[in-house]
């Protein structure tokens, strides 16, 4: 009786296991109605919340999606706490409240501006959850040419959305793995710092995967880059959200790369 137990249990525990392995990364079954993109230049360029509205209507002409964009070119995080504070007080009741800092505002090479991030994330999550919404963390990605610079943000990024329980957007990390799997479309301008187009579009794919759960493959809208281009940065991103959601037993995400 205890063996034909043991099986059962074992039996059940492995149906359990597969039907875990096939839930898509999604933050939530429902995906969000109304997003505010709290950000700077890497939100502006390229206006990254309409990409992504563009791209989820054009998988679902029934999308809902609204956004709005609380953004000034070269801020950091803190700069943006009156604005945000006044936006959801304003209303529309908004459900996700998407939070990217400047590029290098995250790492411990300046410690006092390190900190200053963590709080100024801490003070703004508690703002957006008062106001009953969720936050999202958008990990962006290193300036070129600064080696090892995306690792250091994907970790930072990492952790702080481990600490407050927020979902991580990881944008940084679908730059790395274009480097190698899409080494002839350009996602970083000249000045090393700031998205083409196809890195905004990129950017727009792994936001759709991360806050839908469902790969942006097969969206009709390829923004201003060429449709075989935007074909392989929606399988990227599709990649990367789903990598990232199932780390190795390490606690890395080198299957993202």
Same mark, same amino acid.
């Given at each position: 009786?205890?063996?034909?137990?043991?099986?059962?249990?074992?039996?059940?525990?492995?149906?359990?296991?597969?039907?875990?392995?096939?839930?898509?990364?999604?933050?939530?079954?429902?995906?969000?109605?109304? /997003?505010?993109? /709290?950000?700077?230049?890497?939100?502006?360029?390229?206006?990254?919340?309409?990409?992504?509205?563009?791209?989820?209507?054009?998988?679902?002409?029934?999308?809902?999606?609204?956004?709005?964009?609380?953004?000034?070119?070269?801020?950091?995080?803190?700069?943006?706490?009156?604005?945000?504070?006044?936006?959801?007080?304003?209303?529309?009741?908004?459900?996700?409240?998407?939070?990217?800092?400047?590029?290098?505002?995250?790492?411990?090479?300046?410690?006092?501006?390190?900190?200053?991030?963590?709080?100024?994330?801490?003070?703004?999550d508690r703002m957006i959850r008062?106001?009953?919404?969720?936050?999202?963390?958008?990990?962006?990605?290193?300036?070129?040419?600064?080696?090892?610079?995306?690792?250091?943000?994907?970790?930072?990024?990492?952790?702080?959305?481990?600490?407050?329980?927020?979902?991580? /957007?990881?944008?940084?990390?679908?730059?790395?793995?274009?480097?190698?799997?899409?080494?002839?479309?350009?996602?970083?301008?000249?000045?090393?710092?700031?998205?083409?187009?196809?890195?905004?579009?990129?950017?727009?794919?792994?936001?759709?995967?991360?806050?839908?759960?469902?790969?942006?493959?097969?969206?009709?809208?390829?923004?201003?880059?060429?449709?075989?281009?935007?074909?392989?940065?929606?399988a990227i991103a599709w990649k990367?959200?789903?990598?990232?959601?199932?780390?190795?037993?390490?606690?890395?995400?080198?299957?993202?790369?």
């Open positions: 009786m205890w063996i034909a137990r043991i099986a059962s249990a074992l039996v059940f525990l492995a149906a359990l296991a597969a039907f875990a392995a096939e839930e898509p990364p999604a933050a939530s079954r429902k995906p969000p109605e109304r /997003v505010i993109f /709290v950000g700077n230049s890497l939100t502006q360029y390229n206006d990254l919340p309409a990409l992504v509205r563009e791209i989820a209507r054009s998988l679902d002409t029934r999308d809902r999606l609204e956004t709005r964009q609380i953004s000034v070119g070269g801020a950091y995080l803190y700069q943006h706490e009156e604005s945000l504070k006044q936006a959801l007080a304003r209303g529309p009741k908004w459900d996700l409240v998407v939070l990217q800092g400047y590029s290098d505002e995250p790492l411990e090479s300046n410690p006092q501006a390190a900190e200053r991030f963590r709080g100024s994330a801490r003070t703004l008062d106001a009953g919404a969720k936050t999202a963390l958008y990990m962006t990605w290193g300036y070129r040419l600064a080696f090892g610079m995306n690792d250091k943000i994907a970790e930072a990024y990492r952790r702080l959305g481990k600490e407050l329980g927020a979902q991580v /957007v990881p944008v940084g990390l679908a730059f790395d793995r274009a480097d190698s799997e899409a080494r002839f479309v350009t996602l970083i301008e000249r000045d090393g710092k700031h998205p083409t187009p196809a890195g905004s579009y990129l950017a727009a794919c792994v936001f759709y995967a991360a806050l839908y759960g469902r790969s942006p493959e097969g969206a009709t809208f390829y923004g201003k880059i060429a449709r075989e281009d935007a074909a392989q940065l929606q990367t959200v789903k990598a990232f959601a199932q780390p190795d037993a390490t606690g890395a995400d080198r299957a993202a790369r």
